[in-house]
């Protein structure tokens, strides 16, 4: 089973510097007149990242790093540089969540300012529904304590447009009653009857829906805590690159994902809606799944999506 360690890594944004020709980022002032902006050394957060070896979540890390807060990140793989301390965790076991928030824990000071839940697969097996839905929801649930003790704290959690495709409810529901054995079970029992496409859409379903839930109680909005959830369309990734190389996969990917505006994104056009939304400029947005996806929902779901 793997574990958790934790380390410190030189990259270029090492705890709040800003990399050389990187944007003096801007101040704000906050309810109450206080000056709670981003930028400086006053306004530096500590953000946690999940995922932040690859894809969005480095760019995340990077561009957080990028603009004077201290970055850690988390990933079960190697964190090479996305720009401050690094955690090894497997976010798709109980003792590799608990040790991720040990962990931040000792390298936030027992507080941090913001958290991105953004470590994820894009397997077709029942496995997945671990990291995808279980281990995020363990980031961000894990992680609230010290969201609490932070200043101008945020969360948020990467989903998916794939929220939106058909999706088992065996597996939501098992994911929402926190029953993990469960989930893995009805998301086996899909692959076997040739449904695995199920297993990634339901669990971030389930994602989605745990933010809904979660950010309008006294634990997130009640603690001043804004929770919400993006939701990108096809983003160049290692996770999306076997939907792209495969022809007929990537056929399927631009029926399944239509997205009219812009075309596929790059990780770095991800980065700043998450940014704002963790940042303390956003006050009152909680609750919301934000879509970033060139138009996909709006094709998919239509004006009747609302
Ligand atoms: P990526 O493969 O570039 O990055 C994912 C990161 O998560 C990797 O660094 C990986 O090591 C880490 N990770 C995987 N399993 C882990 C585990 N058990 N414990 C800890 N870390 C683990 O992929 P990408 O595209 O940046 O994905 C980030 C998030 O964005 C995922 O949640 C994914 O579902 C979501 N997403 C991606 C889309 C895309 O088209 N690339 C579209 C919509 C959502």
């Known amino acids: 089973m793997a574990g958790a360690e934790t380390e410190r890594t030189e990259g ?3 705890w709040g510097a ?18 709670v902006g981003p930028g400086g050394r ?14 969005i979540g480095r760019a995340v890390a990077r561009r957080l790093a990028a603009r004077g807060h201290r970055v850690i990140g988390a990933d079960i793989a190697d964190i090479k540089d996305c720009g401050g301390a690094a955690i090894r965790a497997d976010l798709a076991t109980v003792e590799g969540r608990a040790l991720l928030v040990e962990a931040a824990a000792e390298l936030g000071g027992g507080r941090l300012d ?36 932070g200043r101008d704290p945020r969360a948020l959690a990467v989903a998916s447009l794939a929220a939106v495709h058909e999706t088992d409810p065996a597996i939501v529901a098992a994911v929402l009653a926190d029953d993990e054995e469960a989930a893995v079970a009805a998301s086996q029992a899909a692959v ?3 449904e695995a496409r199920l297993v990634y859409a339901s ?55 239509p997205m009219p505006l812009h075309g596929y994104a790059d990780p770095e056009q991800i980065a700043p809606l998450i940014d704002h939304l963790t940042s303390p400029e956003n006050t009152h947005v909680t609750g ?3 879509f970033v996806d060139g138009g996909a929902d709006a094709v998919l779901r239509g004006e009747e999506g609302w």
Do not use: M, Y
Not at 42 to 55: F, M, Q
Not at 129 to 139: D, K, L, P, Q, S
Not at 223 to 250: C, K, M
């Open 288 to 290: 919301q799944v934000v």
């Open 18 to 35: 800003r990399e050389p020709g990187a944007p003096e980022a801007e101040g704000s002032v906050g309810p109450g007149g206080r000056s």
């Open 42 to 55: 006053d306004g530096a957060r500590t953000c946690l990242v999940t995922g932040a070896a690859s894809g």
């Open 203 to 257: 669990a971030k379903r389930a994602l989605v829906r745990w933010v809904r839930r979660a950010a309008v109680t006294d634990a997130w909005a009640g603690a001043g805590i804004p929770l919400n959830a993006v939701a990108p369309g096809i983003v160049r990734t290692p996770l999306s690159r076997p939907l792209l190389d495969d022809p007929e996969l990537h056929a399927l990917t631009d029926a399944s994902v």
């Open 114 to 149: 913001a958290v991105v839940a953004c470590a994820g697969v894009g397997v077709f097996d029942a496995d997945a529904v671990r990291v995808n839905g279980f281990g995020a929801i363990a980031t961000l649930a894990g992680l609230r304590p010290l969201l609490a003790a």
């Open 192 to 194: 076997d009857r040739g």
């Open 12 to 14: 270029p944004g090492e």
